[in-house]
C-alpha cells in the first residue's frame, strides 16, 4: 500500500517522472523481447535509450551536488572573510549586572578585581541574602607576586599599587555577609575569569584577556555551554585548577589590623 500511495502522489505532483518512465520502458522492452513480439534490432535501440535515459537522470544529482558543494565553499570563504576580530571580542561584558544579581553560583578570577567586585558590590550582597554562593580568586597580596604584576604591567617599582588593590577588594567582600570564599593565587593570571551558574544549562563564562599598559578596558569573549561547550567546559576547569593552587584567606588576610 505504501508503494501504490507514494507512486500516486509522485505522479500527481510530477515527481521523479524520469524514474518511473525509464522502469517502464525497460519492463515494456524486457517483455517483448521475450514474447519475441518486436525483433532483436528494435530491442537493442530501446536498450540502448534506456541506458541513456538513465544516464541522464544520473547527472543531474551529481550536478545538483557539485553545485552544492561550490555554494557551501563560497559560504566558509565568505565567513572566514567576514571573522574579524570584532565578531567575538568586545570591551563589555554583555549581561553581566543581570546576571550576578540573579545568579546563585558566582566565580570570580582576576589579579586584583578591585573595579569589578566594586562594581558588583550590591549585587553581591544581594544575592548572598537569598544564597548564592561567591568564589573570589586573586593574587597573593604577600611576598612576590605584586611585584610580578607590576613588572607585566611595565611599572616594576610600583608593586604596592597592586597589593593596595587586592586588600580593597577584600575590605570590600569582609563586609558582606554570606558564603564568601577567597582564595589568594601565588602567580599572576594569564586572563580573568566570571564563572556565573557555570554548572547550569544557562550559564556563562565572561573570559578577560589581560594587557600590559592599555588604559581602556582589557578585550573579553563570552562562552555558553551549548555554542561553545568545549572551551566553556576548559576555563570553567582552569578556574578549578586555579582555585585548587590557591591559599585559603586567613583571619589575619581579613584583619591585617588586628596583627599589627
Do not use: C
Amino acid at each position: 500500500m505504501r508503494l501504490l500511495e507514494r507512486l500516486r502522489a509522485d505522479l500527481s505532483t510530477g515527481k521523479n517522472l524520469e524514474i518511473y518512465l525509464t522502469a517502464l520502458i525497460a519492463l515494456v522492452v524486457g517483455v517483448l523481447g521475450v514474447f519475441n513480439v518486436v525483433n532483436t534490432q528494435v530491442v537493442t535501440a530501446a536498450t540502448l535509450a534506456t541506458l541513456a535515459l538513465v544516464a541522464v537522470n544520473a547527472l543531474g544529482p551529481r550536478h545538483q551536488v557539485a553545485g552544492l558543494e561550490a555554494q557551501v565553499t563560497a559560504l566558509n570563504r565568505l565567513v572566514q572573510e567576514k571573522l574579524t576580530g570584532d565578531a567575538f571580542l568586545t570591551t563589555v561584558k554583555t549581561g553581566l549586572d543581570e546576571r550576578v544579581a540573579r545568579a546563585d553560583d558566582i566565580r570570580f578570577a582576576g589579579v586584583t578585581l578591585s573595579r569589578t567586585i566594586r562594581a558588583h558590590v550590591d549585587d553581591l550582597r544581594k544575592g548572598l541574602g537569598r544564597g548564592a554562593s561567591v568564589k573570589v580568586l586573586v593574587i597573593d597580596p604577600q611576598g612576590a607576586v605584586p611585584e610580578e604584576a607590576a613588572r607585566r604591567s611595565t611599572i616594576p617599582d610600583h608593586s604596592d599599587v597592586f597589593k593596595h588593590r587586592v586588600m580593597s577588594t577584600l575590605y570590600l567582600l569582609r563586609d558582606l555577609k554570606g558564603s564568601v570564599e577567597v582564595r589568594f593565587l601565588p602567580f599572576v593570571p594569564a586572563f580573568g575569569l566570571v564563572l556565573l551558574d557555570a554548572d547550569d544549562d544557562d550559564g556563562v563564562v565572561h573570559v578577560e584577556l589581560g594587557t600590559h599598559s592599555a588604559a581602556g578596558r582589557d578585550p573579553v569573549f563570552t562562552l555558553t555551554p551549548h555554542r561553545d561547550h568545549f572551551w566553556f567546559e576548559h576555563f570553567k576547569a582552569e578556574f578549578d585548577r586555579m582555585w585548587e593552587a590557591g591559599r585559603e584567606a586567613t583571619e589575619a588576610d581579613w584583619h591585617p589590623d588586628r596583627n599589627s
